[in-house]
């Protein structure tokens, strides 16, 4: 536990470094929180592993002892699936917002100026999307093992913001028949959501859990059942606990074959239902916080720490997703999946526009944030096989492992498109110089790798001329805001760039502004901020399909569902319906955004 004087600086620092970490500005010093000066006793139950090979491994029942040191595990008040067949008012959808006079705004005029009759081409996938750890709950029901996210909110809550955990979220896996009734009534036409690797194997290897593997049965089942595609994500960034604790997770290469045994079930047990495959979601957010940020930094039993963990992740994650790709496409092969299927990986963040576009530094530094954030993937994978050359010079070789030619072979190539996770697109400026000379040639800058000026908000949000891109989220998601007008731009880069014969869009959302302050549904279900989002980035897509010939092939709307935001807890909400976490029944509550989105992609999705 962390004590109360640290907690108000942990919570006020933790945003700033979401943000340093995660959205191509790098950290200052006051930001580089560690372990000890959070006062976590971080190997307490377990010894660092000299050769960096492992450390203890865990039952399954040690592993929630663990987990429940901090406080007990919740349950959901409702512990049976819901089943239908559901009644209009199960799933009431609010009448038209058009059907009422004097509304404001009027979107449906302002896409159809913007663009009129186009249509997305045939096939297009019009999805929702959701993650285990954030929506299931039920974390120690039916054999499922904890994860590092179980185990950070358990036994450092006040690293959550609101001091929520995972347990119940939103009940989705008693739900899930409940909420795919209601995404079908919305016309959704493909549903992304990720499976616990705990869930099917509760020590990450090893036994399988046949109530995991029965649980993803009824529930991809009771998707396809209601017309609509499922698409997979293996992992999204839930690392079995055991996993970590034994070896360190992604910092060693067992992970590899560990991933794979793990990958070589699910493809076996649903590759004939499930066409498209996603290995793993947004590795440029997820290995960064082996650096210096919870969960990672309070589970490692290995001898390496910082920069060391954070680069051995992302070759580790590479060879990964590569050995399970290679493992896909041979069962494909084979006819073990199915024969029209597809598999990739999940990117994020953007090449981001310099603060000053005037400013050589500011534009190299663009291109670095780009380096360390999408190009370090997807360079091996959609280009040359190796490093990008901006990451080969920065990175020292003590610390970035160098591909071998059996590498390259098997990474480059190993996507069949290209999954962009689209929030917006960043800006960032250089440090100024001298300094940022000097943090480019200094790892132990706290700035570095990136080198990017931290010191003002103003410097990752706005450009020169003072201006936002446009509408800023909610103040709890600092980094987010509506660039609708630059996604036409980037479509072009990423085919410049990284070209591929399809694009999805796998993740876009927007955290209303304060919404988690508002207590009456009325005012709840006008999110105009979201609904405008929507709006804006969907005409975008459609004009870059139409006029720029970028292939988009589907677009998955973040999220289906209020849910658990990781650190931030319940308290920021994605969703495009509204959940009430205060009544044990968890109701659902279409906002309208939801329905714009629902109108918008009705009017044009080809008949």
Known sequence: MLSLSLTSRWVSLLYALILATTFAVSAPSSLDLTHEQLGIDLFSRQEKSDSGAGGKKYTLEELWAEVEKGSPVKYAAEQEVRKGPFTH????????????????????????????HLKFPKGFKYGVASAAAQVEGAVKTDGRGPSIWDYVAHQYPSSIYDQSTPDIADNHYYLYEYDIARIKKMGVSTYSFSISWSRVLPLGRGEVNQKGLDFYDRFIDAIIDAG???????????????????????????????????????????GHKVKSW???????????????????????????????????????????????????RSLKESGQVAKDGEIGIKLDNSYPLPYDSASPADVENAARAEAFNVGIWAEPIFGSGDWPKIIKEAVPSDLLISFTAKDKELIKGSADFFALDGYDIRITKSLPSPQYDSCKQNTSDPNWPICADGSKLAYSQSLKGGWTLGQQADPLAPWLYNSAGAIRWYGKKLKEMYPSKKYYLTEFGFAEPYESDKTEIHQIREDTARSQYMVDYLSEILLSIHEDNVPWAGIFAWSLLDNFEWYIGLRLRFGMQYVNFTDPSLPRTFKRSFIELRDFMNDHLEG
Do not use: M
Not at 237 to 266: C, T
Not at 314 to 324: M, R, S
């Open 89 to 116: 008012e199960d799933i009431y959808v609010p009448k038209d917002p058009y059907s009422q006079p004097f509304l404001t705004p009027d979107y449906k005029s302002i896409k159809d100026t913007k663009v009129g």
């Open 228 to 270: 609509i595609e499922p698409v997979a994500t293996l992992f999204h960034w839930d690392v079995p606990l055991a996993l970590e604790y034994e070896y360190g997770s992604y910092r060693s290469e067992r992970i590899v074959d560990d991933f794979v045994a793990y990958a070589e079930i699910a493809f076996k047990r649903w």
């Open 278 to 328: 996603v290995t793993h979601n947004e590795p440029g957010v997820f290995c960064p916080r082996y650096d210096s940020t919870l969960p990672l930094n309070a589970t490692n039993p290995t001898q390496y720490d910082g920069h060391e963990s954070r680069f051995r992740c992302t070759y580790h994650l590479l060879k990964a997703h590569g050995e399970a790709v290679s493992l896909y």
